[in-house]
């Protein structure tokens, strides 16, 4: 059970994330969310490990643990990199209306590559929650049944990574004009894929923890 100064960092980390105007970065809640999603996984292999008694599940369990905490740190230095993309493009909007008295006709080379950057960003957080919805997949044949509620929360916590960073990366890439030759429809048809592919494997996730309800 967590302590009075782990409560104490836990209620402090949320009004930090609610607090208008000097909470959260933009755009960065999705990364957050898939923080949260590597560290139930992590969790949930390292109580497997003490009960199980079989070599081969423990080496699985092994090898998904240290995914998922290497997940968690692509995740967190995401946070931060998702901060300064959001500074970059507001910096790059404000010195256009600064030289141009206004948004001009056409859009400045340094606004969208900010803009192509910053979507950047969010696709890498949403590539990592579903690299942790493949885990959230493999850990269910592997643990027992107790482990099955965690499972299903880190997995939703996942899939809401996943389309939060979409989301946010489209938000960016609908900046960039189809003429602006900076070639983002395939960054937007990578979008799509990984959406796709994280709603299958969530569909799978609730199928199985379905089986296991009362």
Not at 11 to 27: E, Q
Not at 78 to 86: D, K, M, N, P, R
């Amino acid at each position: 059970m967590p302590d009075d100064s782990s409560r104490q960092q836990y209620t402090k980390y949320l009004d930090w994330i609610s607090a208008p105007g000097a909470g959260a970065p933009t755009g960065t809640s999705a990364a957050m969310a898939g923080t949260l999603a590597a560290s139930l996984i992590a969790s949930v292999c390292s109580q497997a490990l003490e009960d199980s008694r079989s070599p081969k599940v423990e080496e699985d369990l092994r090898m998904i643990l240290d995914r998922a905490m290497s997940l968690r740190r692509d995740l967190l230095a995401l946070v931060e990199h998702g901060a300064q993309a959001a500074s970059a493009v507001a910096a790059s909007r404000a010195r256009a209306a600064a030289t141009q008295g206004g948004p001009g006709p056409r859009m400045s080379a340094e606004r969208l590559k900010a803009l192509l950057f910053a979507s950047e960003v969010p696709l890498r957080t949403a590539e990592s929650c579903l690299a942790l919805l493949n885990l959230a997949m493999k850990c269910l044949g592997r643990v027992g049944v107790k482990a099955i509620s965690e499972i299903g929360t880190g997995s939703a916590l996942a899939f809401a990574g996943v389309v939060g960073g979409i989301v946010t990366a489209r938000g960016y890439l609908a900046g960039i004009p189809a003429d602006s030759g900076i070639g983002a429809e395939p960054t937007r048809r990578r979008a799509e894929r990984i959406f796709r592919e994280a709603e299958a494997l969530r569909t799978q996730i609730i199928d199985r923890v379905r089986q296991h309800l009362p």
